[in-house]
Structure formats: structure tokens, C-alpha cells
């Protein structure tokens, strides 16, 4: 069966088609750098990291890039407020979003690059659109000149006369045409910058993304990802610096994620309603978040709430409780039963309803209702008190792929032995006096995940089950 996806470009689904058969090259905007991620930027994360996996279960060899903006007006910003370095609070914060993200079950991309290590090739990139005529230089900054390309507002589907209505100069902008927008900054005073044949300097946003598509990927590309408040500008001015640049389409497939509210309302600054998810992982269970994100379309808007993730918590508990049933009846049986292929039967009819699911643009609310119909029918099963062990597997191998897909891992975590705590405590011993703190404090965590409390007292460190 085909896959077929809602192209933001086109504003329909589309049956997919790699550029490649059996291959995906998949680009995915990534975060600045200069604080926590909140919920709002792990619904991105997550969702695209379950279409990632869903396209590698269907078969495909996907090549996943996603970028960190490790230099900007909010990370000097935020630098300058904390008192550091600009490179220091980057990659405090990278450190920090793969520790979320992860703990989200996010796999890592095939790629993470950054700005600052993309510098040349940002830079040859914005020289070129210079030789070209669509870029210009304006003492010390570089702008795109926007007019000139003619696909200009094709994915938000707006026209250039109506973005110009709404288009002002800012103070400080030395542009030719209001519509124009930066890819080069002149430094200011004592910030952080790179040479360049218009002096010192850094890059503007939106550039980083085109060049790292072009690095990574290449000119023309199956997918490119972000949160619906990406498409424009900044989708559109990466469209127009690619497709500028490279006479080729940049991406054949746009898709986008829709918004969290918060309580029914926007989540704002104003507000206060930020929700990060360094907090929200150690209020509840990070998978439980995961199943809440994707327990939702992603196109959708969702709403979170207290009450909401307590409803994640215990729908997730019910396919873990049983999956943990039929593990232990499969321990338990030797049997081989009577009528496996009127339930094997069934069981498949399950996974096609799974996958029909995913292959209408991800659906996984339908997909995730698909997997509680299996327990429904596991559960039956367990009652009939059935032993048969290929019918006992298939249930068990059904819900660990779809699982995978959604990202959760049904197989209860084993406990550590006392042994295996005591040998993290020795290692996390040797790593203080090597003054490793950065390997002590990921001990502590590990072990704390794992409901081990350390205690460190005069005589030594003391540790018990949580
Ligand atoms: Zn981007």
C-alpha cells in the first residue's frame, strides 16, 4: 500500500513517491539553542520522528537531518543575560535537548549540524545568490532580493503584492525593497562573528537550513519537516533561496505540524504558560508525554492538560497490562491450543487497519485505535484462557512493531541487580576524583530513572530503591 501525505505545497494529499526508490531524505528544522525546549517544540520532534519510523517499518532507508541554530539574536541575548559565553549556553542546550528529546524517545538524526560548523558553506551560499543577482550587499548585511524570485509566497499561498502591504522596513535595515529579508549581519560591537567578503559578521536565519539541505541532502529533496509556524517566512525563504540558487525544486513534500494549547489557550510568553519539557518528564512518565503527542493526528491541534496526560498515562497502561499478561502466558504454556488461524486471522486484519492508518498522512489516532482493538481482542483471548503459543507471538510481535512505530517500548524495563548499582557507584567515584562531573551527574540520573536514590554522606555514598 501506498503512503499518501497532506503536501502543504499543494494543499492535498498526494500518494508518495521517493525521488529514489526504497529511499527518503528527510529534513527536519530544528531548535535555537538558547533554552529549555518546550512542548510545543517536542511535538515536531516527536511526530517526525514517528514518520521517520514508520517509513524505516515499511521498508525504506531514510536519511534524517535535523538542524540546531547555535547562533542568534535570542542566544546573545540570552548569553549576555546569563552572564556567558554564546558557544558555553548552545551547547548547554544541546546537551540538554538530546536529554529531553531522547528521554521522549526521539531517535537522533543521521545528522545534527550547526551553524557555526556550516559556516563555509552558508557563506559560498549566499555568495552565489550575490553572483546571481538575487542577493545584495548593504553596508555589511546581505538581503534576498525577493521580487526577483518568481515563486515567491507559493507554499503559504500569498501573493507578492498582498506581502507587500504588510511589509515595513525596521530601523537599522538597510534593504532596497521591504519584502526583502536578511542573509548576512554586519557584527555589531564585541558580538560573536566569522569573516566574510562583506567583513564580519553572521548568518541570518534562513539561510543555515538551505545550506544545510544542500550539504546534507542534496538539491532536491523527498521531505522537509517543521512546526506550522515555520511556513512562513521561514519555509518560503528557504524555498527562495534554494530554488534560486539551484534552478531545482527544493522539496517535493512540505508537511507541517499543528499547534499545543495549553489549557485551551495559545501557550505565549505573555501568558506564562510555557511548559518545558525538562519539568513536565519528571512530573509524569516522558513516555506517557510521547503517547499523549501521538495519540493525536499531527495536523491536528491538541490540548494539554493535566487531565489529558493522565488519560495517556492510563491508556498506555492498559496495552502495557496486557502485553505483560501474554509475555507471561507465553512463559507459562507449552500448549499449542486449537483454532490459531481464525485468531492469526484476526490478528492481521488488525495490523492492515494499523497500517492503513499510518498510510493515510500518519494518522496515528486512528492507528493508535487500531492497537487498542488488538488488546481488546488479546484480552479475549487471555479470558478463553487460549494457549496457543504462535497465536500468543503474534500478538506480542504485532504490538512491539507498532510500538516501535509510535515510539513507546511495551517489554518491561528489568531492574538493576545490586551488583550493576554498586559497579555505577564505583564509576561515578572514579569519575569525581578524575573531576568528570558532567559522567557523575549522568550516573546519578541513570540511576535515578531507574528509582535508585544515592545519598552521599562523610562515610561514602549510600543507596537505596525509591
Ligand atoms: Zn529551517
Known sequence: MAIKLYNTLTRKKEIFQPIEEGKIKMYVCGP??????HIGNARPAVVFDMVRRYFEYKGYDVQYVSNFTDVDDKIIKAAEEMGEDVMAVAERFIKAYYEDTGALGVKKADEHPRVTDTMPEIISFIEKLVDKGYAYESEGDVYFRTR????YGKLSQQSVDDLQAGARIQVG???EDPLDFVLWKAAKPGEISWESVWGYGRPGWHIECSAMVKKYLGETIDIHAGGQDLSFPHHENEIAQSEALNEKKMANYWIHNGYINIDNEKMSKS????ILVHDIIRQFDPEVVRFFIVNAHYRSPINFSDDQLASAKSSLERIKTTYLNISHRLEETAGLGVEADRWTGDIIDLRKRFTEAMD?????????AAIFDLVKLANIYLEEKQTNRDVLKAFLKELDDMAYVLGLTLKADPELLDEEVEALIEERITARKNRDFARADDIREELKAKNIILEDTPQGTRWKRG
Open 148 to 151: 526577483k524570485f518568481d515563486g
Open 32 to 37: 535555537t539553542v538558547y533554552n529549555y525546549i
Open 173 to 175: 535595515e538597510k534593504k
Open 271 to 274: 501568558l506564562g504558560n510555557f
Open 360 to 368: 493515510d498522512d500518519f494518522n496515528s489516532a486512528n492507528a493508535v
